[in-house]
C-alpha cells in the first residue's frame, strides 16, 4: 500500500499572542514541525506543543529556523555554514530537553533557512552535519530533489522528500516566492487533487505548466489560515479515500 506522512508547522504561537490552530489540526497528521524559540515559539509553548503531539499520537520533529522573530524567519539572511550548523545543533537540542521520554522522529528548516538550504549545498550540508552530530537516526525533512535531499544522502543522514500541498512549483523544482502571484494554492479542491496527483504520479505541474518528476515521502499542510482545519481534514480524507495510507515513516 501507497503510504505518506503529513506534516504540520506547530508550536508558533508566542508569549500572549496565539497562532496557528495546533490542538484542532493535531487529531489529522502524523508529524509535528516545532517552532524552537529562533523564529516563533517559546519555552512555554514548546512544552505545550510537545505534550499535544504526544497525546495525539503524533511524531515529534524540530523545526529550527533564522534568528528572525519579527520577521517569523520568512526573511532571507546571510548566514555562515559553520553558523547555520550550530544554530540548528542548538535549536534541535532545546526541543529534545521537552521529550526526554520521546525521541525526535525528525528536524525540517523552516522558511528562509529551508528555501536557502534547497539550493545552496555548502549550506545543506552543514544543517544536515549539525543533526546527524546531535541524533544520526533523526530523519531530515527537505524539499523534494533539492540540495537537501542530496545532502543527506551524501553524509549519511536518513531523510524524507517533502512536497506540499498547497504552493506552486518553479519549473527547477524550488517553491514559488510568497512575493509573486499563484504561490499559494487558494482552491481547496484543487490543493487536495494536486496532492493526491503527486503521490500517485510522482509528478507535479509547475506554475509556467511544465511537468517535472517529484517523490513525495511527506506532504506539508498549514494549520495557521481561515480555513486550515477543514483543509488538513479534506486532505488526510482524500488521501484514506485514495488507498493511500497516512503514517509517519
Do not use: W
Request: aromatic share 6%; charged share 20%; glycine share 8%.
Amino acid at each position: 500500500m501507497t503510504q505518506v506522512d503529513l506534516n504540520c508547522d506547530l508550536g508558533e504561537s508566542f508569549g500572549r499572542y496565539t497562532l496557528g490552530l495546533d490542538e484542532q489540526v493535531l487529531p489529522y497528521i502524523t508529524s509535528a514541525n516545532i517552532a524552537c524559540g529562533f523564529h516563533a515559539g517559546d519555552p512555554e509553548v514548546m512544552q505545550k506543543t510537545v505534550d499535544l503531539a504526544v497525546a495525539n499520537n503524533v511524531a515529534l520533529g524540530a523545526h529550527p529556523g533564522l534568528r528572525d522573530l519579527a520577521g517569523f524567519g520568512r526573511r532571507k539572511m546571510q548566514i555562515a555554514p559553520a553558523t547555520a550548523k550550530a544554530e540548528v545543533k542548538y535549536q534541535v537540542g532545546a526541543l529534545q530537553a521537552f521529550a526526554p521520554t520521546h525521541r525526535l522522529h525528525h528536524v525540517k528548516p523552516h522558511g528562509a533557512l529551508y528555501n536557502m538550504a534547497a539550493k545552496d549545498y555548502d549550506l545543506a550540508y552543514a544543517i544536515c552535519e549539525g543533526i546527524k552530530e546531535v541524533d544520526p537516526e533523526i530523519k531530515l525533512v527537505g524539499l523534494a530533489n533539492s540540495e537537501l535531499i542530496r545532502a543527506a544522502q551524501a553524509i549519511g543522514l536518513p531523510y524524507e522528500q517533502e512536497v506540499f500541498a498547497d504552493r506552486a512549483y518553479e519549473a527547477d523544482g524550488s517553491l514559488v516566492s510568497r512575493q509573486k502571484p499563484g504561490a499559494v494554492i487558494e482552491d481547496t479542491q484543487e490543493a487536495v487533487e494536486r496532492t493526491i496527483a503527486m503521490i500517485k504520479t510522482h509528478q507535479v505541474t509547475t506554475i509556467d505548466g511544465q511537468t517535472i518528476a517529484i517523490e513525495p515521502d511527506t506532504v506539508c499542510v498549514h494549520g495557521d489560515g481561515v480555513k486550515a482545519v477543514a483543509f488538513v481534514k479534506q486532505i488526510h480524507q482524500a488521501l484514506l479515500d485514495n488507498g493511500i495510507k497516512v503514517i509517519a515513516g
